[in-house]
């Protein structure tokens, strides 16, 4: 009897892990089979390299897209990585128990709040902020950056607070019993352990800002041109395809499609980069 069921639930675990690999070899079909033909038609230079995206003269450049998408990320990395990882640190090893009850339920729901709520917040209270602080309308590239690296923080808190976690205790007190101090011992022995972990928390982050749509088209602005300045507005490329897929036909519609593709080939980029980190961390 308990031999069945073992061979049950291997076939059950099977079946949903060739479910997953199903899904996402679907997904590459579909977004290369519709993407791949609209950059031959258009010419993968003028695609990717053309700096004006007017779909009513079938000019179709989605430049401004790639480089707003990549300096709205990378000030959300500017602005949630290193909170995120001192805020691990802190509640890992500095935390007391009465203040940790509630930190992590609080770091907890932070997770749990949809995109459009925390986009709700930009333009309500960082985007008036902005607009006082720098001018303008306060819908920007800054403005944007600055909602992603609060959106990001849930993720990288708690992936790094569990590698910090899972570090033996015996790195932490073979520091100690060096003579190093609470801190040094938590900074150069227990971290360096948990680097591996702490990287993977931030490579998730960024895959969560990189394919953030709806805080974005809130509060980035959305305009189709290129970045102009930290506090000028910008489109990404998740904003682009949400904003212009409901109304898009024949060549403009395939063009959103690509748009994905290229998203997509910027979100593998991002993992096998993650792999070759965390195999050399690991060494």
Same mark, same amino acid.
């Given at each position: 009897?308990?031999?069945?069921?073992?061979?049950?639930?291997?076939?059950?675990?099977?079946?949903?892990?060739?479910?997953?690999?199903?899904?996402?070899?679907?997904?590459?079909?579909?977004?290369?089979?519709?993407?791949?033909?609209?950059?031959?038609?258009?010419?993968?230079?003028?695609?990717?390299?053309?700096?004006?995206?007017?779909?009513?003269?079938?000019?179709?450049?989605?430049?401004?897209?790639?480089?707003?998408?990549?300096y709205v990320t990378a000030g959300a990395i500017v602005v949630?990585?290193?909170?995120?990882?001192?805020?691990?640190?802190?509640?890992?090893?500095?935390?007391?128990?009465?203040?940790?009850?509630?930190m992590k339920p609080a770091i907890d729901l932070l997770a749990?709040?949809?995109?459009?709520?925390?986009?709700?917040?930009?333009?309500?209270?960082?985007?008036?902020?902005?607009?006082?602080?720098?001018?303008?309308?306060?819908?920007?590239?800054?403005?944007?950056? $600055?909602? !992603?690296?609060?959106? *990001? %923080?849930?993720?990288?808190?708690?992936? #790094?607070?569990?590698?910090?976690? &899972?570090?033996?205790?015996?790195?932490?007190?073979?520091?100690?019993?060096?003579?190093?101090?609470?801190?040094?011992?938590?900074?150069?022995?227990?971290?360096?352990?948990?680097?591996?972990?702490?990287?993977?928390?931030?490579?998730?982050?960024?895959?969560?800002?990189?394919?953030?749509?709806?805080?974005?088209?809130?509060?980035?602005?959305?305009?189709?041109?290129?970045?102009?300045?930290?506090?000028?507005?910008?489109?990404?490329?998740?904003?682009?395809?949400?904003?212009?897929?409901?109304?898009?036909?024949?060549?403009?519609?395939?063009?959103?499609?690509?748009?994905? $593709?290229? !998203?997509?080939?910027? *979100? %593998?980029?991002?993992?096998?980069?993650? #792999?070759?980190?965390?195999?050399? &961390?690991?060494?």
């Open positions: 009897m308990n031999h069945l069921k073992e061979k049950s639930m291997r076939m059950v675990f099977m079946i949903s892990a060739c479910a997953s690999i199903l899904s996402v070899a679907m997904i590459c079909i579909f977004l290369f089979a519709n993407g791949i033909p609209a950059i031959g038609k258009i010419g993968i230079f003028d695609f990717l390299l053309g700096e004006k995206w007017k779909p009513g003269n079938d000019i179709y450049g989605i430049l401004p897209m790639i480089l707003g998408s990549i949630g990585v290193p909170i995120g990882i001192l805020t691990a640190i802190f509640m890992s090893r500095f935390c007391p128990r009465s203040l940790y009850r509630i749990g709040i949809p995109s459009v709520v925390y986009g709700f917040f930009g333009m309500v209270v960082i985007v008036p902020v902005m607009s006082k602080l720098f001018g303008g309308s306060g819908k920007s590239m800054a403005t944007a950056s $600055v909602l !992603l690296g609060i959106m *990001i %923080l849930p993720t990288i808190i708690g992936v #790094s607070e569990s590698a910090i976690n &899972a570090v033996p205790s015996s790195y932490y007190e073979g520091a100690l019993a060096l003579g190093a101090s609470h801190e040094r011992s938590v900074f150069f022995a227990t971290l360096p352990a948990a680097k591996s972990g702490i990287l993977a928390g931030v490579i998730l982050g960024v895959g969560r800002a990189i394919g953030e749509t709806m805080a974005v088209i809130m509060v980035a602005g959305n305009q189709a041109r290129m970045p102009k300045g930290l506090f000028e507005g910008v489109r990404t490329m998740t904003a682009n395809i949400v904003l212009e897929m409901g109304y898009a036909t024949d060549l403009h519609r395939e063009a959103l499609i690509a748009t994905a $593709v290229v !998203l997509f080939v910027f *979100i %593998l980029i991002i993992n096998l980069s993650f #792999s070759i980190l965390s195999r050399k &961390a690991e060494a």
